[in-house]
């Protein structure tokens, strides 16, 4: 029944307006007392009292409220089965959170003296180890805040190890099923970009490879497995031949969840690899990050990583934060500011613990098993994508969606209304309409089936011809399609009161 | 293992439909002797309690701030938490969420960055701010690098009041875009760096940056140098490290700035030994189409209700891949959440009030080291933190202060390892958090110290 409230509101989606719109002038969420008087040493540059900032004033209890409604708009893997491919969101447990926040974590200023966070110094150097060990690699760079900055680092080191060489290689070589990040990072590193075409069963084509080798070439960027969900089977010889040529060989560690435990990055002849801890390490993406992008490092690499870093001495854990500190090491430079996300080290490791080695092997071969499962159920209806056995993400086009009207944009709202989060959508460049399903490891088979048996029905009312109901979806949501066009031809983005 | 909910009926029934024999079969693509067998050598899989039990072992080898009287800053700095911010951000559909790609289904997370954009563009007196970056130190990056496209010009004069992290980052980030990095080396008791900069900028450079209040916790009206910058087609960038100030003090952009970017972690964000932070940049409407990172803009929805979605994104990497603005993709939302709610709490008075306490704090603390022999307060001006020069080599007296149970302020050692003129000096930073008897207490430990 459909029918307007007074309000707006419709029993449990509120309305709720920017929090601009609310409050008074006077009122305060906090209790501060008065400053003692004392003479201003502000060089002549106060604030005058009279100017306003323009932010309003509400109680603690209209800011909670505010926020609590917020929140009941937002789908969180908390919610429900969010197979949002390549993006891995798996269950974030909360006794990582717990953990974050206990005292001397949380209230560690980056610059205290070494000799009072030894505690914190050993966490990260134990960070690291589990870090290295599961990718069999002999060092790694912990700073980066993010897969994109993990690969600017894995890029920024293979450029000062070509510059230490006194080489002037520019090309990089990037398939073309890559994440938008792996060109506009080697572009940020002075290189320029070459694609590489993909086989027809979703792999880098090696003979176009091979030919695209010479001494201008810099490295590849790899992502292993691939943007596809599919495992690269010749990864051995791409790194051999990189290798010979004189090249680096950057492996996108995005969907390093899938191999965890089973396979370690060196055994394929990496030379650096990013790892997202907020996608294997399942610390949270919280709307959008905090992220973290430790990078491994092979030998010829290793020298190159950036300030700072963590070394275990005689005394004790040290932090080397210059340059020139170690001999031997040419660090690139430094990537951020003070010592890298700590907050997702103190996550990531408390993750790892609780699996351990044969827990992470588990969580790996699982998260196949869910993908393949998956895989195996929708392609009764979806078109597959590529043959054979997928990692932990099953790739489809949209052909199965050929002459229903319907667009694999129109599916997913349909399957928001069906309470799941949507897959990730036109992902990989490669296949026309994709579809990128990655249930993860956390998942039952339950709410597999559930979601299998949710798409195959709306497929059949594709096939059945109505595609109005598609065009519409959803129905069911605090909003409905948003005019996206709009948004980006005359930019709205602030409030102010001549917009209100 | 209490994560994983198959079991291993579900597991043998999964592939039987699959119709593979074993998960090992699923990775028949990896290359012969790759596919380990075994697990790796690490513990195996342990219990909460156990789990818990380490991580609490680790912690409690740190002196923590909220432990000890604590006067750090360079960066970071201790501020009370509200009891709020930190439940907010641990709603599972804040936590959990992820970016917000499906708008039907994340208003919750585009209407605070919406709003987390107003905070921002207000606090700075800019026109538009973005969704966040990471930190300060990559905000300061970008911005230079954003300067370079919007001017086509390949040239960055940094202050020597600028963060030396800010710098370096800065420096790594242009390396190998052919970009030149100029300047001058900072000193506390130099002049401070509003005239300094004047004869560097020419018509090749892109843009002059300053820190604002500067690293060694100075104030400069730095609306001359706006002026030498527009006069040579040069952008100002104003950066900052302590985003509680602008309740105190005059705005950048009230200078002219044109970008102004800084840190974030003041409000809403726990140390937490230096991150996760979050980035603020802001900037003004004519370069807004140059500008890094996510934006969310507002917009209706197909039943003409107001709604937001994230917008603008042909700047962005996963559109233009080479030739996008930065390659940024995941920023810092979380942070950036706590940050709203931190400022939702405070709200104009609020804000205001705890930036005149943090300066109160920090007048009262100069006042009492400025009485003890063997101390120099160098600032003439200061927000909430300044800089000291000690009769004795400042990294010592640190250390001995942590003996007495005091975390002092910021060697300048630990932040110019390879300047020796700069031994003596240390930071000191003053806020809500340090009480009468903190202040007492820093006094009489450097008067025993230093005697």
Known sequence: MTFQTHTGNRGLVLEEKLIFEQGEPGRTGVDLPDPAPVKSRLGGLARAEDSAIGLPGLSEPQVVRHFTRLSQKNFGIDSGFFPLGSCTMKHNPRLNEKVARLPGIADLHPMQPESTVQGALELIDQCAHWLMVLTGMPAVAMSPASGAQGELCGMMAIRAALDARGENRRRVLVPESAHGTNPATAAACGFTVDSIPATEDGRVDLAAFEAKLGDDVAGIMLTNPNTCGLFERDVRKIADLVHAAGGYFYCDGANFNAIVGRVRPADLGIDAMHINLHKTFSTPHGGGGPGSGPVVFSEALAPFAPIPYVVKTEDGFHMVETADEKDGNKPFGRLKGFHGQMGMFVRALSYMKSHGADGLRQASGDAVLNANYLLARLKTKLSVAFPGYCMHEALFDDDFLKGTGVSTLDLAKAIIDEGFHPMTMYFPLVVHGALLIEPTETETKESIDQFCDAVLSLVAKAEAGDSEFFKNAPYLTPRRRLDETAAARKPILRWSPSNA | ??????????????????????????????????????????????????????????????????????????????????????????????????????????????????????????????????????????????????????????????????????????????????????????????????????????????????????????????TKLAEACHAKGALLIVVFTEAVAFGAIKSPGSFGADIVCGEGQSIGNALGYGGPYVGLFATTSKLVRQMPGRLCGETVDQDGKRGFVLTLSTREQHIRREKATSNICTNSGLCSLAFTVHMSLLGEDGYRKLAAIN????????????????????????????????????????????????????????????????????????????????????AAALKEVLA
């Open chain 2, 1 to 222: 293992m209490r994560y994983l909910p198959l079991t291993q009926a579900d597991r043998a029934s999964m592939l039987e439909t699959i119709g593979a024999g074993s998960v090992d079969d699923l990775y028949c693509d990896v290359p012969e002797g790759a596919l380990l067998k075994e697990p790796v050598d690490l513990p195996h899989h342990q219990g909460e309690m156990q789990v818990e039990r380490d991580m609490a072992k680790l912690a409690a080898k740190n002196m923590g701030t909220a432990s000890a009287p604590s006067f750090l800053g360079a960066g970071a700095y201790r501020h009370h938490i509200p009891a709020t911010v930190d439940y907010i951000i641990q709603r599972g559909e804040f936590l959990t969420a992820y970016t917000p790609y499906q708008p039907e289904i994340a208003q919750g997370t585009l209407q605070y960055l919406f709003e987390f954009q107003t905070q921002v563009a207000s606090i700075t007196d800019m026109d538009v701010a973005n969704a966040s970056m990471w930190d300060g130190a990559t905000s300061c990056a970008e911005a230079v690098l954003m300067a370079c496209r919007a001017t086509r010009r390949k040239k960055a004069v940094l202050s020597g009041g600028l963060h030396p992290h800010y710098r370096e980052v800065t420096e790594t980030y242009c390396q190998y875009s052919d970009t030149q990095v100029a300047g001058r080396d900072g000193h506390p008791e130099h002049q401070a760096t509003a005239d300094e900069l004047d004869d560097l900028i020419d018509d090749q450079t892109a843009c002059v940056v300053v820190q604002y209040p500067d690293v060694f916790g100075r104030l400069s009206d730095h």
């Open chain 2, 359 to 442: 300066h109160e704090r920090a007048v009262t603390t100069a006042d009492a080291l400025d009485g003890v022999a063997g101390v120099e307060v160098v600032n003439d001006s200061f927000f909430n933190e300044f800089t000291v020069k000690l009769a004795k080599p400042a990294a010592e007296v640190v250390e001995a202060l942590v003996a007495r149970g005091i975390l002092a302020g910021v060697p300048l050692s630990r932040l110019y390892p390879n300047r020796d003129d700069l031994g003596q000096y240390m930071l000191v930073a003053a806020t809500e958090t340090n009480t009468d008897e903190d202040i007492a207490a820093l």
